[in-house]
């Protein structure tokens, strides 16, 4: 039986091609990285610009822009405190209302949106798409179209200058539950809540014991999202609290320019970035569950 004869040139053809595909990854990873940078350096440039404008006085700050830190943190930082001597209310006492507020409404909007995304992707009942649609479509309406009714409502009940009128409407976040039921499509698997309940799991040990740790991923997202969007919430508090000591930080921020003649943008700046400072910490913390649901996710493909 004859031999096949190697072709000639077919080792050189080979490697030729590969050297040509591996320099074409090479380019388009390196433009990945490229595009990357680019965007991450672009989203950090506000926070580069506020922390300088905090170390820098007014008149510097009207001037125009720098990326140069000035050496005036400390004398804005005691202006501030100055300033507030003159308000009702503290900063660190605007601080810690923006907690009471902030912690409660991000848990309950990403408890109980995870739960009614649960209930609609696992449970099977006669009006379950009409459910999705009117989430859907709750989800379409600005909540500054509803504050007028949802002030009188308020108003009814009392809780006009009361944080629950700001934390209990948190349960309530379509946008939060479409991306768990998004989520839970992906990833969640029906064969598993029936394996729970034939061992005899009930539904709320079925949710907060098997379910709940595989949303982490998700459920680290929107508790990031969620802190941040009650955080710097000025609009519905602007209305629903009239009390100076209950008054939340965006808010005390926002007294320190009530004057539009006398105002001190390095004091302001100081404010905003004292701000910013809790939102970063909510991220570290949190963020080390985005990143290992990704790795997961990578290695079960």
């Not at 302001?268 to 080390?288: E, N, Q, R």
């Amino acid at each position: 039986m004859a031999k096949t004869q190697p072709v000639p040139g077919s080792t050189a053809a080979n490697a030729k091609s590969l050297k040509s595909y591996s320099a074409a990854l090479f380019r388009q990873k390196l433009f990945r990285n490229i595009v990357c940078i680019f965007f991450c350096i672009l989203s950090l440039i506000p926070f580069v610009l506020m922390a300088m404008n905090a170390t820098r006085s007014s008149d510097a700050i009207q001037m125009g822009v720098s990326l140069i830190p000035g050496g005036k943190f400390v004398e804005n930082w005691t202006n501030l405190m100055k300033k507030q001597s003159g308000m009702q209310i503290t900063l660190w006492k605007a601080m810690g209302n923006s907690l009471l507020i902030s912690l409660p409404g991000t848990f309950l909007s990403v408890y109980i949106s995870a739960m009614t995304a649960y209930g609609i992707h696992v449970y099977q009942f006669r009006l379950r798409k009409f459910a999705w649609a009117f989430i859907m479509g709750i989800m379409m309406i600005p909540n500054q179209i509803t504050i007028i009714g949802f002030y009188q409502f308020m108003l009814k009940l009392n809780l006009v200058d009361n944080y629950l009128s700001l934390i209990i409407p948190c349960a309530a976040a379509p946008t939060v539950v479409f991306f768990m039921k998004q989520y839970m499509e992906s990833t969640l698997s029906i064969e598993m809540i029936e394996a729970a309940r034939i061992d005899g799991a009930r539904e709320f040990r079925t949710f907060n014991t098997i379910v709940a740790p595989l949303l982490k991923p998700a459920l680290a997202t929107q508790a990031i999202f969620q802190f941040i969007a009650q955080w710097n919430n000025l609009f519905t508090p602007s209305i629903l609290i009239t009390s100076e000591s209950k008054k939340t930080l965006p808010m005390f921020v926002q007294m320190l320019t009530s004057d539009q003649f006398l105002i001190d943008y390095g004091v302001v700046y100081m404010g905003l970035f004292i701000t910013v400072i809790p939102l970063i910490i909510a991220y570290l913390i949190l963020s080390k569950y985005i990143v290992a649901g990704v790795s997961l996710g990578g290695v079960k493909g």
